[in-house]
């Protein structure tokens, strides 16, 4: 049996991995800050799937919570084979009006701790030569959207940086890039989202089976939905200067407000 651990477990994108690979039998190491959620969420997956679901309470925007994390990643004796580096939130807001405090809680857990948590989790699994990380990253690392499209565009460059120094060694990273998907994010971050058309909407249990397919076809970046691999490409042909005032005019208009 493997072992998968998930960042960000107990809602959105992160419980849908939960399912996913509970119900592909493989055992789970859960971590969000909510240790009721995350021991609820545990007795739920262990009942329904009979998986193991272990429970690990951690604050990623802490150097203690990240060092929890690590310690477990780094376990040779119960290893994990796949990570997922899923937490994260928005920060409601223009540039100079989010305070700079959050701003940098946000790439402490978007940039240190999927740094520090990759690091840990590939050193052992080169070691056995074998293992795999998806980063959720977002569309938004291809517009110029503020420090969270800049966090995710990190996330983008590192993820698919390492997988290429770490080809042949048996160790897979992908960077997951989804549109919007239907999740606590926007309610968190007190952003409506009345303004977004249901097209745009992505399913999270599709999105996670799409991505899953990607990583074991070897991609190193998955952007999981014909609606968005078809935007995105219509981004690349766009000159950067003209996407800027594009995105941040369609942006307001059709983003979280
Ligand atoms: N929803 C979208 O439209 C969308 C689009 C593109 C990309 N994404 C990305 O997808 C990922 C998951 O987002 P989501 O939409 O599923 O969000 P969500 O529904 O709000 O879930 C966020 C999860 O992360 C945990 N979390 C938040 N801050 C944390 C911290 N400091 N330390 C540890 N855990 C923390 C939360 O649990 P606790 O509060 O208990 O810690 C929760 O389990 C994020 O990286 C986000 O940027 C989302």
Redesign the pocket.
Known sequence: MTTALI?????????AFARRLAADGHNLVL????TK??REQATELHDGHGIEAEVLP????TDE?IAAVEERLRNRRSPVDLLVN?????NKGRYLDVPMADEL?MLK??IEAVLRLTSAATESMRERGRGGVIN?????AFVPRGT?GAS?AWVVQFTQGAAKDLAGSGVRLMAL??????????E?AGMGTDNIPKWMWLD?DKLVAAALTDLSRDKTLSIPDPRYKALMGVVKLTPRPLLGGLTSRTGRKYGPQ
Not at 58 to 61: I, K, M
Not at 86 to 90: C, H, T, Y
Not at 136 to 140: I, N, R
Not at 179 to 186: A, D, L, Q
């Open positions: 960042t960000g477990s107990t809602a959105g994108i992160g419980a971590v969000a800050r909510d959620r995350l951690a604050d990623l925007s919570g899923n937490a994260g939130f928005g809680t857990v978007h959720v990253a977002s569309v938004a969270y995710k890039c989804p549109g919007f998907v239907r999740t606590e994010f926007h968190r999270a």
